[in-house]
């Protein structure tokens, strides 16, 4: 979409209605107690969608019945923000049946990191509304005080601002850009679809967990030959997450943090490694489709997203 015309979800205020749905992998309702009850200590109305509890095999029911879950409340205008209430594997079998038209009209954050990907680069390339890579209901019990707090502070409007140690492999400098990516497994299933994202002068955000360091390889490796790697502003890598050997006797060689700066030694953009998002309690709230700037230099690493209330 077009700069100038990229928009950011209104600020949640008091009474504010928060959705929770599954548009993945099933969930039980005991499993999302803690984060209705913070978001109403937070002031919000709780609005569990049908997915909440409901199971088909190993999905929060069936593809249909999953995407009338998400698509009813997309469609009201009384819905202020959706939580997806967790990831898995799923999302991808509904989205090309959901319509965002109600998304531009009434815009709302749609929340979740992992398989939510799949959410976050469809609306970035195909609505102008921003969404927000964060932790999920299912989270909440154990997610740092941290990651809480950015998430807090992105709903409500308020300027994402972090400070972050710096990393052997970083590459120092200064980048300025769109936000978009999430997990590298999921981003890797979107090559060649309508739901990949332009990376073109963006900064790309990668995470993942429990790979196998060749299917790192593999991976990284299709997204330079594709040339998702090209022109980006910079690469920042979150938390790679139990990563596996396939065969111990016969180890591949590199860590998973490795592989990517190998694939990314011909560019010369910056570089952030160890950026506290994905599979961990530490997880900060970033906002996709929203520019950011990032600086990395041998004394750390320095993220800024503003939002429009907080300008």
């Given at each position: 979409?077009?700069?100038?015309?990229?928009?950011?979800?209104?600020?949640?205020?008091?009474?504010?209605?928060?959705?929770?749905?599954?548009?993945?992998?099933?969930?039980?309702?005991?499993?999302?107690?803690?984060?209705?009850?913070?978001?109403?200590?937070?002031?919000?109305?709780?609005?569990?969608?049908?997915?909440?509890?409901?199971?088909?095999?190993?999905?929060a029911g069936d593809d249909q019945f999953r995407c009338r879950d998400l698509q009813q409340f997309l469609d009201r205008e009384d819905v202020h923000a959706i939580l997806f209430a967790r990831g898995g594997y799923g999302t991808a079998r509904i989205i090309d049946h959901l319509n965002w038209a109600s998304l531009v009209k009434y815009p709302k954050w749609l929340c979740g990191y992992?398989?939510?990907?799949?959410?976050?680069?469809?609306?970035?390339?195909?609505?102008?509304?921003?969404?927000?890579?964060?932790?999920?209901?299912?989270?909440?019990?154990?997610?740092?005080?941290?990651?809480?707090?950015?998430?807090?502070?992105?709903?409500?409007?308020?300027?994402?601002?972090?400070?972050?140690?710096?990393?052997?492999?970083?590459?120092?400098?200064?980048?300025?850009?769109?936000?978009?990516?999430?997990?590298?497994?999921?981003?890797?299933?979107?090559?060649?679809?309508?739901?990949?994202?332009?990376?073109?002068?963006?900064?790309?955000?990668?995470?993942?967990?429990?790979?196998?360091?060749?299917?790192?390889?593999?991976?990284?490796?299709?997204?330079?030959?594709?040339?998702?790697?090209?022109?980006?502003?910079?690469?920042?890598?979150?938390?790679?997450?139990?990563?596996?050997?396939?065969?111990?006797?016969?180890?591949?060689?590199?860590?998973?943090?490795?592989?990517?700066?190998?694939?990314?030694?011909?560019?010369?953009?910056?570089?952030?490694?160890?950026?506290?998002?994905?599979?961990?309690?530490?997880?900060?709230?970033?906002?996709?489709?929203?520019?950011?700037?990032?600086?990395?230099?041998?004394?750390?690493?320095?993220?800024?997203?503003?939002?429009?209330?907080?300008?």
């Open positions: 979409m077009p700069e100038a015309k990229r928009r950011v979800p209104s600020p949640l205020g008091s009474g504010a209605r928060v959705a929770l749905v599954a548009p993945a992998r099933a969930i039980d309702r005991h499993e999302v107690q803690m984060a209705c009850s913070t978001l109403q200590d937070w002031g919000w109305e709780v609005l569990l969608g049908a997915t909440i509890g409901a199971k088909h095999f190993q999905f992992s398989d939510i990907t799949v959410i976050h680069a469809h609306v970035f390339r195909h609505t102008p509304i921003a969404t927000l890579h964060s932790v999920m209901a299912v989270d909440w019990a154990q997610a740092a005080p941290a990651s809480m707090k950015s998430l807090h502070e992105a709903l409500t409007g308020n300027a994402l601002t972090y400070s972050v140690e710096g990393h052997e492999l970083n590459r120092s400098g200064t980048a300025e850009g769109f936000v978009c990516g999430g997990n590298l497994s999921v981003l890797y299933s979107l090559l060649g679809s309508l739901s990949f994202p332009d990376t073109t002068g963006a900064i790309l955000l990668l995470e993942d967990i429990d790979e196998h360091l060749y299917h790192i390889d593999r991976m990284m490796l299709a997204l330079r030959r594709a040339g998702a790697l090209d022109r980006l502003a910079a690469l920042v890598v979150g938390h790679f997450v139990d990563m596996h050997n396939k065969d111990p006797q016969n180890p591949f060689g590199e860590s998973a943090y490795e592989i990517i700066r190998r694939h990314t030694a011909a560019y010369d953009y910056p570089l952030c490694f160890g950026f506290p998002v994905g599979h961990r309690s530490d997880n900060l709230a970033v906002v996709m489709g929203w520019p950011a700037r990032l600086e990395v230099s041998t004394q750390g690493v320095r993220w800024v997203q503003l939002l429009p209330s907080a300008l």
